[in-house]
């Protein structure tokens, strides 16, 4: 299995706090991005190492909040048809966390078109946050499915840009984390549309994978530099664990 081996310990006991935020558990990432706070908007867009955090977030939100997560359930609604249920479970056990009750606690739905994407953000969340009472909410390759050639780009920017308002006012209004992951692509109306995203964003960075590391570049941040950070592993992999991220 391949290791990422990082400049300092990887795995970490996160320190003990009472604010509603969450933590990576990851020493080298908490120290890039800090803790992620409620009423944040956070962007990862790049390679898919974006959906790894992602998904592992699901996972720590469900934590104690001494332990760095919010107790909490999560949403995720995958543009990206990329949600996996056996990176959750192998995360969870990781975690300690029994994976069968991980999985019941992350409420997940897919769109498959900008319209489903649409009303699945502006009238299907608000319904699930009534019952559900989730901290964290998981959007994934938001900017994907409004770059279909059947849709105008006027109407997909004017649409998109809707959503990302949305998104914004809701994380402020509602005291939700959210974050919303949009992966690589030539398309020059999703770097359009990406770049719209990260200018509402309170917290963006942009990961890519290259050999042998992955490079993380904190590009927007309320309270810290941009600096980017190189996390070497010793071979390419399509997969990755919370595992990769501990210490060989």
């Known amino acids: 299995m391949m290791k990422l081996m990082l400049p300092v310990a990887s795995i970490h006991q996160t ?25 944040e908007l956070v962007v990862f867009h790049g ?8 998904e592992l977030l699901c996972v720590r939100s469900q934590l104690s909040i001494v332990e760095g997560g919010l107790s909490s359930p999560a949403v995720f609604i995958d543009g990206g048809n990329r949600f996996d249920p056996y990176l959750i479970s192998e995360n969870a056990r990781l975690l300690g966390l029994d994976p069968e009750e991980t999985l019941k606690n992350i409420w997940v739905s897919r ?3 900008s319209y489903q994407l649409t009303i699945l953000v502006t009238e299907k969340l608000p319904e699930v946050l009534r019952w559900l009472k989730p901290k964290l909410v998981v959007i994934s390759d938001i900017a994907a499915l409004y770059c279909d050639s059947d849709i105008g780009l006027f109407e997909a920017k004017k649409t998109f840009n809707r959503i990302v308002c949305f998104l914004w006012n809701m994380a402020k209004g509602k005291n939700l984390l959210f974050v ?13 549309l990406e770049q719209h995203l990260i200018g509402r964003s309170d917290i963006a960075a942009k990961i890519e994978e290259g050999n042998p590391h992955v490079k993380l570049t904190l590009e927007k941040h309320p309270s810290k530099p941009a600096v980017s950070v190189d996390l070497h592993y010793n071979e390419p992999r399509n997969q990755f664990l919370l595992e990769e991220f501990m210490e060989v």
């Not at 003990?16 to 990851?26: A, D």
């Not at 919303?180 to 359009?192: A, D, E, M, Q």
């Open 15 to 39: 320190a003990v706090h009472n604010s509603e935020s969450l933590t990576f558990g990851v020493e080298v990432m908490d120290k890039l991005f800090g803790e992620l706070k409620i009423g």
């Open 111 to 113: 769109a498959f078109t």
């Open 47 to 54: 390679s898919q190492v974006c959906h790894f955090f992602s």
């Open 180 to 192: 919303v992951t949009s992966f690589s692509s030539g398309n020059r109306r999703k770097r359009l």
